[in-house]
């Protein structure tokens, strides 16, 4: 089954004030989609909230999950994403990510992966500085799901990745009807 | 004219554009990241996310509680984010991986 | 030399020292990427072939002996890699060779342009000739280690270079002023 996930990750530059700037040029790209999905999620974290959540899953240590996910927090300024999950297909244009996809093309930003096969499209794009990833931009295109992520700060791949197995959450999860858009 | 000599001259080697070496180290660090193949129905997303965020809003009283309850919030919100992230590098690279070979 | 290095335990580079990974993709990438792009003749294509031969290598290396050994494994590896991408991309019919278009008329003192027209007529050869014109003088590499890298007849490596560069002296000396 064809899914489309929409996930918009755009890492930006160094400066605070990106994640608005940018949630402002993410959402008046995208926003039009949150109303044909079934599933959508729109994170924002800035980096206020950033040490707010690092803070919260310090806890007392017991969840290793958690612990890795704080660690991965430390170095990080913003988190973006737009994930979007449709009936059926042809809810979404190719052409909807072009102005993401055009500030990717901008100096500085790499792509490293560009996958395409059967209907799905993932790119994956960093930008570094001397050496090190300090932004990270995944676009994942399916047919019935589109997601974008950014990521703003530093970051290591391999850790990131590593959180990919970790399963479902152990906290239940209650009927919450058809959408759950948070914020 | 010596058309071997031309043709040596007219292909020999030339370099990459600025920076290739690092944009392959990069995609390398992708490629070598350990991690099991992404299941596409690994995170619950959306109504996980938001029942945590209804479940965060229930019981609130005062600033302190609210802001604690802001802190679980972005917590959660922040695992939410970076699984969705580390699942779709995941499923981006095992597709690089499954072309090579 | 790093090549001397890497042949202490050519291994070492597949752990997680990005430097010495590093020294192989410098040492290296010019001839991948020139490979890729004379057959191509499109830069940016060119880089996104060469940076997946280097993934391709990256996770080979433990079981590459040398440097000759990566040397060699890199040429077949990019060699059958660019014939593949033709293949798949059908972007070019197995025309005959004498299909070849003609090039534009250079100017009489323009040697960078007679270096152009070379590239693109070499690059608008059918596949198998192309690359073993690529690998033949851009690689300098003799018919039998061209044979060799395409795991292609020694025979059918001197039959593409004799036809090739018959057309090209063809096409080149029907242009006044450029004597071959």
Redesign the interface.
């Known amino acids: 089954m064809r899914r489309i996930l929409l996930i918009v990750l755009i890492a930006s530059g160094a400066i605070a004030q990106l994640p608005a700037q940018l949630l402002q040029l993410r959402i008046n790209g995208l926003d039009g989609l949150a109303s044909k999905a079934t599933e959508s999620a729109d994170i924002t974290l800035d980096s206020n909230l950033l040490q707010m959540a690092a803070g919260f899953l310090a806890g007392d240590g017991k969840d290793k999950d958690q612990a890795k996910v704080k660690d991965l927090l430390v170095n990080l300024k913003a988190i973006t994403v737009r994930s979007y999950k449709f009936k059926e297909d042809g809810q979404y244009r190719m052409e909807d990510l072009e102005p993401i996809r055009a500030q990717l093309r901008t100096p500085g930003w790499s792509k490293i992966i560009s996958s395409q096969s059967k209907g799905e499209m993932s790119e994956i794009y960093t930008r570094t500085d001397q050496g090190k990833i300090v932004g990270f931009a995944i676009i994942a295109a399916e047919p019935k799901e589109l997601t974008v992520v950014a990521i703003e700060g530093s970051i290591d791949l391999k850790d990131l990745s590593k959180l990919g197995g970790l399963g479902i959450p152990s906290i239940p999860i209650p009927d919450q009807g058809k959408k759950g858009k948070q914020e | 004219?010596n058309?071997?000599d031309?043709?040596?001259?007219?292909?020999?080697?030339?370099?990459?554009?600025p920076?290739?070496?690092?944009?392959?180290?990069?995609?390398?660090?992708?490629?070598?990241?350990?991690?099991?193949p992404?299941r596409?129905a690994?995170?619950?997303?959306?109504?996980?996310?938001?029942?945590?965020?209804?479940?965060l809003v229930i019981g609130l009283a005062g600033l302190s509680e609210y802001?604690?309850k802001?802190?679980?919030r972005?917590?959660?919100?922040?695992?939410?984010?970076?699984?969705?992230?580390?699942?779709?590098?995941?499923?981006?690279?095992d597709?690089?991986v499954r072309?090579?070979n | 030399m790093l090549t001397q290095a890497v042949a202490a335990n050519v291994s070492e580079a597949m752990t997680d020292d990005p430097d010495q990974f590093a020294e192989l993709v410098r040492e290296h990438q010019a001839m991948v990427f020139s490979m890729a792009c004379r057959y191509l003749r499109n830069p940016a294509l060119a880089e996104e072939i060469a940076q997946d031969v280097f993934l391709q290598l990256y996770r080979k290396l433990p079981a590459l002996e040398s440097p000759d050994h990566v040397l060699h494994w890199l040429r077949w590896v990019t060699a059958h890699r660019l014939i593949d991408h033709s293949r798949q991309e059908k972007r070019r019919p197995q025309s005959p060779l004498e299909d070849a278009p003609e090039p534009a008329a250079p100017s009489r003192d323009a040697d960078p342009l007679l270096a152009d027209m070379l590239r693109e007529l070499v690059a608008a050869l059918p596949e198998n000739a192309r690359v073993v014109m690529i690998l033949r003088y851009q690689e300098d590499l003799d018919p039998m280690d061209i044979a060799q890298a395409l795991d292609m007849p020694i025979a059918t490596v001197k039959s593409h270079l004799q036809r090739s560069l018959a057309i090209l002296r063809d096409k080149l000396s029907r242009r006044k002023g450029v004597g071959v």
């Open positions: 004219m058309l071997d031309e043709l040596r001259a007219a292909l020999q080697r030339e370099d990459p554009s920076g290739f070496t690092q944009r392959v180290l990069a995609a390398r660090m992708v490629a070598h990241a350990q991690s099991k992404a596409k690994a995170v619950p997303r959306l109504f996980w996310a938001t029942a945590m965020a209804a479940m802001r604690q802001k802190a679980e972005a917590g959660h919100e922040a695992v939410l984010a970076l699984r969705i992230a580390a699942e779709k590098l995941n499923m981006a690279r597709k690089v072309r090579e």
